[in-house]
């Protein structure tokens, strides 16, 4: 069975950039954007042009620089925000407009004071202009996730009749369960006219935990574009991780879908946004995380020594990681601190092993970590006793 490709449209730069504290000036985003650009994304989310001269500047230069991803600027769905994005995008090889609105009978009552229908001609309205300037049109249904099927249905359809060419359906606020949300883009593969016209995109929030879990569960059930961020940055509790949907599609290859990123560029690229925005990737996080390839328990550390793939499911080198990490804890193992005194060039006899774990317990029981300052300082002790 052929593989389907997963368009990986990344928004680090719109919707990872919102999250207070990781302002990044122009000069930032072109490194950010020149790297995603290598890594293999198929669309680059720029920014948000009318929101301030600066973004609109960072869109353009953006614009100038990339060559192989598509350049994409987001807008609500009105006609002076659309005006300033295509002016923005007017230098990208392949440019696209990101245009839409809230569907959500709360957003449609609360946020725009307004009905179903009117809602609907505005999308309408948005497309149709959007279309007037770039040939690739995407249009976002905001509040998907909590949006009546039946009526985002009549949405989808309505904008693909006006030129959309990418419907994305965005759980906002982060509701959905994995299986609520594979089930809303199964029902608009099977009832919106001309579907077959328009990429399904999932967009999906982190505020319970489940952005990568809806995303996949969105593409096994017919969508083929995932909105994601690096380190899964994004508004409130982040965005779908690109990693680690990247990952997982990797690993799974019984689900015949792939994309087209650079697996072994996830790691560097992963650093250099953490450092350009200042915020620090935590340790246990997924693909990226200082700890997601080390070791600290005996039993795992002799199986990984053994064999790296009885813990791990992932080669390091996959993502840009150079190699699995044994840490020397309290509740490390004889196999493990001979792996590490082989690793600063010491080979140990099986006595002199059981000499040193010794000393070693006595060390782990006052420090988190041993580290290999002190493995030295132990063979010099032990070769004054021993000795």
Request: with cysteine; hydrophobic share 40%.
């Amino acid at each position: 069975m052929n593989s389907e490709k997963i368009e990986i449209f990344d928004t680090t730069l719109r919707d990872g950039e919102q999250v207070p504290g990781c302002k990044l000036n122009t000069e930032q985003k072109l490194q950010i954007a020149e790297r995603l650009d290598e890594l293999g994304v198929d669309v680059i989310e720029a920014g948000f042009p009318v929101s301030s001269p600066g973004d609109f500047h960072s869109v353009s230069e953006i614009s100038k620089l990339v060559k192989n991803a598509r350049v994409c600027g987001l807008t609500r769905a009105n006609r002076k925000d659309i005006d300033t994005a295509a002016e923005a995008l007017r230098f990208a090889a392949r440019p696209r407009i990101h245009t839409g609105i809230g569907t959500s009978d709360s957003h449609i009552r609360f946020k725009f004071n307004s009905n179903r229908e009117d809602i609907l001609e505005r999308a309408v309205q948005a497309v149709a202009y959007a279309k007037t300037f770039v040939e690739d049109v995407e249009f976002y249904a905001e509040d998907a996730g909590r949006t009546d099927n039946g009526y985002l249905a009549r949405v989808c359809e309505a904008v693909i009749k006006a030129g959309a060419t990418v419907l994305n359906i965005p759980d906002t606020t982060g509701y959905c369960l994995p299986e609520e949300y594979g089930e809303k883009i199964k029902y608009l593969k099977e009832n919106v006219n001309g579907i077959d016209r328009a990429i399904l995109s999932c967009h999906c929030h982190n505020d319970l935990g489940m952005a990568t879990a809806n995303s996949i569960a969105g593409v096994i059930n017919g969508a083929r574009q995932i909105e994601c961020t690096i380190n899964g940055l994004g508004e409130r509790a982040g965005n779908t991780a690109l990693e680690e949907v990247v990952m997982i599609l990797r690993q799974h290859p019984h689900l015949h879908l792939h994309t087209n990123v650079q697996s072994k560029l996830l790691n560097p690229v992963s650093l250099l946004v953490s450092e350009l925005m200042g915020m620090p990737v935590q340790p246990n996080k997924a693909i990226v995380g200082a700890n997601a390839f080390a070791h600290s328990s005996g039993i795992h550390q002799d199986g990984v020594i053994k064999n790296r793939e009885t813990y791990e499911i992932i080669d390091p080198s996959e993502v840009g990681v150079n190699a699995s990490t044994i840490v020397l804890t309290a509740r490390s193992g004889r196999s493990a601190l001979a792996y590490r005194f082989k690793h600063i060039g010491v080979e140990v006899t099986k006595n002199e092993l059981d000499f040193l774990y010794e000393e070693f317990l006595k060390v782990a029981d006052r420090k988190k970590e041993v580290v290999d300052d002190d493995l030295s300082l132990m063979i010099e002790t032990a070769t004054r006793k021993i000795g």
